[in-house]
């Protein structure tokens, strides 16, 4: 069973990327889907969530309106469009997933990918 995010790299300052989180091993359907973003030297912190039944969607507030998640089941995969990026974004990227409760709080996440590198320059 694993997880496994791309899509990460370099972008300037107000660029954009689009991260994705695919699945393999198992579906994850009906699993809640996430992203975390961990800065050097800091706490992970959350990012984004998408319910698995009505793909209700939860932000952090340092990225409410500049990113949004979405998620495919037909793919098995969930995706990350980061808009306007600012230095503040750069950040290792992890995709999770939760079989029980959606949440902010990394704890209630069962699986987790490997991570993905986005880097921001100013």
């Known amino acids: 069973v694993q997880l496994q995010a791309s899509g990460g790299g370099l972008v300037q300052a107000g660029g954009s990327l689009r991260l994705s989180c695919s699945a393999s091993g198992r579906t994850f359907n009906n699993y809640h889907r996430a992203w975390f973003r961990q800065a050097p030297g800091k706490e992970r912190e959350f990012v984004a969530a998408?319910?698995?039944?009505?793909?209700?969607?939860y932000y952090g507030d340092s990225v409410k309106g500049r990113f949004t998640i979405s998620r495919d089941n037909a793919k098995n995969t969930v995706f990350l469009q980061m808009n306007s990026l600012q230095p503040q974004d750069t950040a290792v990227y992890y995709c999770?997933?939760?079989?029980?409760?959606?949440?902010?709080?990394?704890?209630?996440?069962?699986?987790w990918g490997q991570g993905t590198l986005v880097t921001v320059s100013s």
């Open positions: 999770a997933a939760a079989g029980i409760r959606i949440s902010r709080r990394s704890s209630e996440y069962d699986y």
């Open positions: 998408i319910s698995w039944r009505d793909s209700i969607t």
